[in-house]
Structure formats: structure tokens, C-alpha cells
Nanobody, 114 residues
Framework: QVQLVESGGGLVQAGGSLRLSCAAS????????MGWYRQAPGKQRELVAF???????NIAESLKGRFTISRDNAKNTVYLQMDSLKPEDTAVYYC????????WGQGTQVTVSS
């Protein structure tokens, strides 16, 4: 059993920053990639970013320059640094790991006020 625990969400004003964390625990045998999706009200879930075990990253084109993803392999933790936040970044952010199976976190709310 693998659990993902997310933290770092909250309310921030436009232009501010947040750092999300997602720690995986349990029977984590292999991790090929870790990353984040988000889902805004009334919209489909969309990929934000992911990072492979070797460190290669992929950020959604529209978020490049503002969002950064990193990971601590020793802690099985992935981070999402979000800068210059905009109201349209408001969403529930879900972390995931792609390992033996795909596991999802419970989601953390990010609200950006204008």
C-alpha cells in the first residue's frame, strides 16, 4: 500500500508564491516519475509537471517560467514551486507517482485571489 500526502496549498494573492510538497510512503518499490496534475472547477484535469527518476523534467508549456518541479529521491518527495501565481491557477492540485502502479494523492486546494 502506497500513500501520498500533499501539503502546501492555501490562499495567496496574485503574484505570490506557494510550494507544494508530496511525500510517498508505504511499499514504494520503484518510482519512474512523480508529478502534479490540477483540476479547476468545471474543467478537466490537466498535467502541470512531472519529473523522471533521472531528473528530467517536463512543465506544461503555459506554466514554464513560473512553475518548477523538483524531487528528493531519498525522501520519495516531489515539490512544486509556483511563482507569480495568477487567479487562473486556482485549482485542486493532485500529485501522483508512476511506479509499479499509478498512485494519486488526495489533492490540495490552491486559491489565488485577484
Amino acid at each position: 500500500q502506497v500513500q501520498l500526502v500533499e501539503s502546501g496549498g492555501g490562499l495567496v494573492q496574485a503574484g505570490g508564491s506557494l510550494r507544494l510538497s508530496c511525500a510517498a510512503s508505504g511499499s514504494v518499490r520503484v518510482i519512474y516519475a512523480m508529478g502534479w496534475y490540477r483540476q479547476a472547477p468545471g474543467k478537466q484535469r490537466e498535467l502541470v509537471a512531472f519529473i523522471r527518476s533521472g531528473g528530467v523534467t517536463n512543465i506544461a508549456e503555459s506554466l514554464k517560467g513560473r512553475f518548477t518541479i523538483s524531487r528528493d529521491n531519498a525522501k520519495n518527495t516531489v515539490y512544486l514551486q509556483m511563482d507569480s501565481l495568477k487567479p487562473e491557477d486556482t485549482a485542486v492540485y493532485y500529485c501522483y507517482i508512476n511506479g509499479q502502479y499509478i498512485y494519486w494523492g488526495q489533492g490540495t486546494q490552491v486559491t489565488v485571489s485577484s
